[in-house]
């Protein structure tokens, strides 16, 4: 059983990859900003255990193994468990922006690598990382898809394939950026399918979702619900970064 899992782990990227690759279009590297990237990386936020088992909010101190935020006790997310490697701040919002927007991609390699760490109790249970997609129309005016750049390397250092074409984003949804909690849950309702040749695929697998920012989980709970209803059966997310604010419990 155990040697099984090696194998799996281990074993070439999907044969269906190809498919995703039409949402991955390379953006040009970029070399604009006057920091060095050992600078940004001395100021990030590294985030780690312990945390809640459940969406990894950061804990200051251990409360033992399981253990799950006052937010997830209250209204736990739908999906079986999230991870973060940075935390999303001011020192770590430039770069994170600069390669979501302007397509900068100097920082990919080590972004996927601090993934693949935040991830780790989660390759050895995953079959497949599932990259959130864009829309068409927001896929052509940014060339690229930055969390099917960021799967898709964490695909070469797992093992595990990469499929872009699970989930489709079939609703132009507006931009995430400025909303409230609940506005981001309703923006996004409705927003993914899962196409009906893939779903045999899809049933019975572990899937790690792959984006970029966990703000409210309005994205990631959205693409479960999704992949949920074709017969996935754990489902788990691994984010770039994650906002860290004070929990507001819901009543
Ligand atoms: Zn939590």
Redesign the pocket.
């Known amino acids: 059983m155990e040697s099984d899992k090696k194998t799996k782990l281990f074993a070439p990227v999907g044969k269906k990859m190809a498919r995703g690759i039409l949402d991955i279009v390379l953006p040009p590297d970029g070399t604009a900003s006057h920091k060095t990237v050992s600078e940004d990386w001395a100021s990030f936020v590294y985030l780690d255990e312990p945390c809640?088992d459940?969406?990894g909010?950061p804990f200051d101190y251990s409360r033992g193994t399981g253990e799950?935020?006052a937010?997830?006790m209250v209204d736990p997310p739908i999906f079986d468990g999230a991870r973060s490697a940075l935390q999303y701040e001011e020192e770590s919002s430039a770069p994170i922006l600069s390669f979501k927007h302007g397509g900068r991609t100097r920082h990919l390699e080590r972004f996927a690598q601090q993934m693949v760490r935040a991830g780790r109790t989660f390759w050895p249970k995953a079959d497949v990382l599932v990259p959130v997609p864009l829309h068409f129309l927001r896929l052509r005016k940014r060339k690229f898809n930055q969390a099917a750049l960021l799967a898709r390397v964490m695909s070469e250092k797992t093992g595990l394939p990469c499929r872009a074409d699970y989930l489709w984003r079939h609703k132009p949804t507006t931009s995430q950026g400025l909303q409230t909690a609940k506005g981001r849950f309703r923006n996004v309702q409705g927003a993914f399918s899962v196409p009906e040749d893939i779903k045999p695929e899809i049933k019975g697998k572990n899937i790690v979702i792959i984006d970029d920012v966990y703000t409210t989980g309005a994205t990631l709970e959205a693409c479960t619900r999704t992949l949920r209803r074709a017969g996935a059966n754990k489902i788990y997310a691994v984010t770039l970064a994650r906002v860290v604010r004070d929990q507001e419990i819901p009543t």
């Open positions: 809640c459940r969406c909010f799950v935020c937010r997830c």
